[in-house]
T-cell receptor, first 118, second 110 residues
């Protein structure tokens, strides 16, 4: 029973290149959330997706960042023309339903992708 | 918008001592969750509190939800080196997604 799978674990990109981060939710989970964690900082919400649908992208930078969760395959967080400030750990979490529905499930996080822009 | 704040940002504790970390929300919460992230690791769900004034215990960890459901605390007794990490609280916003506090980074001195 695999958990949330993220790959790659580490990604190094030169300034101006594109970064693609992948997230496969837990089996049976249909909701995916992406968070960014800068060094020594907390988790900042980026985007909330269901299959083929972006529910909330209020935390996504307006430019260069996009996310998708296709009908088949993993969720993808795409960063175009990366800059040094994009260096961070990007975590994906999944849940079977809105966790605000008084359940004890909580988010299951993947191991994250550590992006380094050189 | 909703803000979740945690204090202290850093907590240096001698092994065997107790400490408490606090979480405050700018809005009333339907529930609050706590997570632990070990150095170099990913956040792991610890517990969820739902009821006003609720208190839950996990071994040496005691979690409390305030009466007004706007604050929460995590108290750890007899701290051990295995308690090292960053503890986050998180509360749901009106869309159902969770907003995380900045975390309390715990360092344990043997």
């Amino acid at each position: 029973n695999a958990g949330v799978m993220q790959n790659p674990r580490h990604l190094v990109r030169r300034r101006g290149q594109e970064a693609r981060l992948r997230c496969s939710p837990m089996k049976g989970h249909s909701h995916v959330y992406w968070y960014r964690q800068l060094p020594e900082e907390g988790l900042k919400f980026m985007v909330y997706l269901q299959k083929e649908n972006i529910i909330d992208e209020s935390g996504m930078p307006k430019e260069r960042f996009s996310a998708e969760f296709p009908k088949e395959g993993p969720s993808i967080l795409r960063i175009q023309q990366v800059v040094r400030g994009d260096s961070a750990a990007y975590f994906c979490a999944s849940s079977p339903a809105e966790v605000s529905l008084a359940t004890t499930i909580g988010y299951t996080f993947g191991s994250g992708t550590r992006l380094t822009v050189v | 918008g909703q803000q979740v704040m945690q204090i202290p940002q850093y907590q240096h504790v001698q092994e065997g001592e107790d400490f408490t970390t606090y979480c405050n929300s700018s809005t009333t919460l339907s529930n609050i969750q706590w997570y632990k992230q070990r150095p170099g690791g990913h956040p792991v769900f610890l517990i969820q509190l739902v009821k006003s004034g609720e208190v839950k215990k996990q071994k040496r960890l005691t979690f409390q939800f305030g009466e007004a459901k706007k604050n929460s605390s995590l108290h750890i007794t007899a701290t051990q080196t295995t308690d090292v990490g960053t503890y986050f609280c998180a509360g749901p916003d009106s869309w159902g997604k969770f907003q995380f506090g900045a975390g309390t980074q715990v360092v344990v001195t043997p």
